[in-house]
């Protein structure tokens, strides 16, 4: 059980989480949609009150797992929501959907609060409806793929705490996203509970799995380090190797955010990074600058993931013999010393 320290702790360190791990800092807005949508294709088939949706708790060499699917919960929210004809949307979503999970994760004294763009309100109700119906269609081979990832994940690198992964239909209204992430986006939110949203239409097994070993290594890396301040040097180190620790576990996953710069653009993106990795200010800005991209002077999307990712591929080449358990807590100026990467532009 978290204590209060811990507790403020995670608040201060959530968002810094979601810069890590998440890749877009200020999404676009949604085209405008109509704010109710009644198209009847999922719509009423089956009551909230049918709905039978349990959690799956497993333990691996004394470690605890537990999936806990949040549909009955989006589902009462769609619900309500229609009643309500599209009114106090926000406050519906925060009762039905926030609350709970707050609860759920942290206990009822907890003041901790979401702030995921994944896990917000929508008024397009009937996709969101149709997701959440569709991934329950499939949750028993989505808990197999979750329990796969979690074993292997947890066979290299042992955790001390809980892990709770819950599960959440992508949010309808940036399918966009989803056609860019192949249809997931993972957040570890602190050393115990990870969000996984999961677009019925676009997710394969492959993906999921990787998503899954790069978030149980974030929330193992939020057990093991000190809550500080990055530079974006760490930033960007600490992105490389959650999906590096993907990649150990599942060799041929595909991960969307480190698809590799060509020779030009790893040349421009690293010159341009190079300059302001030990700036310690302005951080975040900095970071996601990376992350969104800048098209006007050829800087691709993910470009802190994929730098990132290059420089602990050049680490494990030339330092093969280093566990995950020592690098995982490595210094990122050590990572990059050690990794030659500044060779390639010498």
Request: glycine share 2%; hydrophobic share 35%; net charge negative.
């Amino acid at each position: 059980m978290l204590n209060s320290k811990s507790k403020v702790m995670i608040v201060i360190f959530s968002c810094l989480l979601l810069m890590l791990t998440g890749c877009i800092k200020e999404l676009p807005q949604p085209e405008n949609s109509s704010p109710e949508l009644h198209n009847d294709t999922f719509s009423n088939k089956l009551s909230t009150e049918s709905v039978e949706i349990n959690p799956v708790a497993f333990s691996h060499h004394e470690q605890e797992f537990e999936i806990i699917p949040f549909y009955k919960e989006i589902l009462e929210y769609v619900e309500q929501a229609r009643k309500d004809r599209a009114e106090n949307m926000e406050l519906l979503y925060f009762d039905y959907v926030l609350e709970p999970f707050r609860r759920s994760a942290w206990g009822d004294t907890s003041s901790l609060t979401v702030n995921y763009y994944q896990v917000t309100s929508t008024k397009m109700l009937d996709k969101l409806e149709e997701y959440t119906y569709l991934l329950l269609k499939d949750q028993e081979n989505i808990n197999d793929s979750i329990k796969e990832a979690l074993i292997k994940s947890a066979d290299v690198l042992p955790a001390k705490e809980k892990k709770k992964i819950y599960l959440f239909p992508f949010h309808p209204d940036y399918d966009y996203v989803s056609e860019l992430m192949k249809g997931i986006e993972g957040y570890a939110y602190d050393e115990e509970v990870i969000i996984l949203s999961i677009d019925p239409y676009h997710y394969t097994n492959n993906v999921l799995r990787g998503f899954v070993a790069s978030n149980y290594y974030n929330a193992v890396y939020s057990e093991l380090t000190y809550r500080k301040s990055p530079t974006l040097l760490d930033s960007v180190v600490m992105s490389g190797k959650s999906h590096a620790f993907a990649t150990i576990i599942f060799p041929d996953i595909n991960i969307p955010l480190v698809e590799p710069l060509s020779k030009n653009e790893e040349t421009l993106v690293w010159s341009t990074m190079a300059d302001l990795l030990s700036r310690q200010k302005s951080t975040a800005d900095l970071y996601f600058n990376f992350a969104n991209g800048d098209q006007s002077v050829g800087i691709p999307y993910w470009s802190n993931h994929r730098i990132g990712y290059q420089i602990m591929q050049d680490f494990l080449k030339y330092n093969p013999d280093v566990p995950v358990e020592e690098w995982i807590t490595m210094d990122s100026s050590d990572i990059l010393e050690k990794s030659r990467f500044n060779e390639r532009f010498e």
